[in-house]
């Protein structure tokens, strides 16, 4: 008898310690599913924030350079001028239709040239385009003058630089840069319009700056945060799966003990003895208990085996 109970004790501490395991394993996942959705959405949140925050460093750079190009400018403006009245208009034109370089773009040329190596503003390409013109016909955006000379007549714009530039936009941001330039990795081209009814043209300024340092650094930044959040994150989630591995273990096994594990044990331990004979048993009920109920229909029970075994030895 001793053996059956030591077994079905054992049976019960398994039973109670595979409901501890479980309860451990749902509450550990639930935090770890928790830690993860937390992390998603805040990663989530911060490409958002690098997303406007290079967008607004491509807006201020676009901005500054547009706006020191045109100030430089007007400070030779006088100077240009003189050249083109010297040549003249109707000869400059000529010489765009022959695709042939006037004396006025080489001056220009040559100032686009002084702008790239001192490099001010990190542009190392400047571009003065001519969209269309009242003297001539201009079937597509052409190169007028660039500090690199080869490129006048020869290079092609890209539609997606000429649409931005046709449409007004400031700039367009090449994440392969402008390869056939030799222009490698992330540029920013820098895209301005011109227009002068007095004088009858459309023209529009490009420039390029190569962009990569401060998307990196800008990307860089966001991903030491990143790392910070998820080690946080990941030190936070920790703690909390070995306090909720603590509270299963030490206060969970205490209150099943106390509020299940006793009072059944109680009731079994009665049970056997009404089993062996005793019906002096006293069966205690715990008022507000999980098991009152129960305890309360246990004792009724005996008490009622007690009638009727006294009924019977009455008979006898």
């Known amino acids: 008898m001793a053996t059956a109970k030591n077994i079905e004790g054992r049976k019960a501490l398994a039973a109670r310690s595979r409901i501890l395991w479980e309860i451990t394993a749902l509450l550990v996942v639930v935090m770890v599913i928790s830690g993860l959705a937390i992390f998603l959405s805040v990663r989530a949140s911060q490409d958002r924030l690098i997303e406007k925050s290079v967008?607004?460093?491509l807006d201020e750079s676009a901005e500054d350079v547009s706006s020191f190009f045109f100030y430089t400018m007007q400070q030779r403006m006088a100077e240009f001028m003189v050249y083109v009245r010297q040549e003249g208009t109707a000869r400059i034109a000529a010489a765009l239709l022959q695709e042939q370089l006037s004396e006025s773009q080489r001056k220009i040329s040559d100032y686009l040239g002084e702008l790239a190596n001192t490099n001010p503003m990190?542009?190392?390409?400047h571009m003065i385009i001519v969209i269309s013109s009242s003297d001539f016909r201009v079937p597509e955006p052409l190169i007028f003058a660039c500090n690199r000379e080869d490129l006048i007549y020869h290079w092609k714009i890209p539609p997606d630089i000429a649409e931005s530039l046709l449409a007004g936009k400031p700039y367009v941001y090449r994440e392969e840069g402008i390869?056939?330039?030799g222009l490698q990795g992330e540029y920013l081209a820098i895209t301005r319009k011109i227009e002068d009814p007095q004088l009858?043209?459309?023209?529009?300024?490009?420039g390029f700056k190569p962009f990569a340092d401060e998307v990196s650094a800008v990307k860089g930044y966001y991903d030491q945060e990143r790392r910070?959040?998820?080690?946080?994150l990941g030190t936070v989630v920790g703690l909390s799966v070995l306090a909720v591995i603590f509270v299963s273990f030490f206060v969970l096994s205490w209150l099943i003990r106390k509020r299940i594990t006793m009072p059944l044990e109680r009731l079994a331990k009665s049970a056997e003895r009404v089993m062996e004979?005793?019906?002096?048993?006293?069966?205690?009920?715990q008022e507000g208990g999980d098991f009152s109920i129960l305890e309360r229909a246990f004792r009724e029970m005996l008490e009622s085996i007690r009638r009727t075994f006294a009924a019977a030895m009455k008979g006898e």
């Open 228 to 232: 910070h959040l998820l080690l946080t």
């Open 179 to 181: 390869p056939e330039l």
């Open 55 to 57: 967008d607004k460093l």
């Open 277 to 285: 004979g005793d019906l002096d048993v006293e069966i205690q009920v």
């Open 122 to 125: 990190g542009v190392n390409l």
């Open 200 to 206: 009858g043209y459309v023209a529009g300024y490009l």
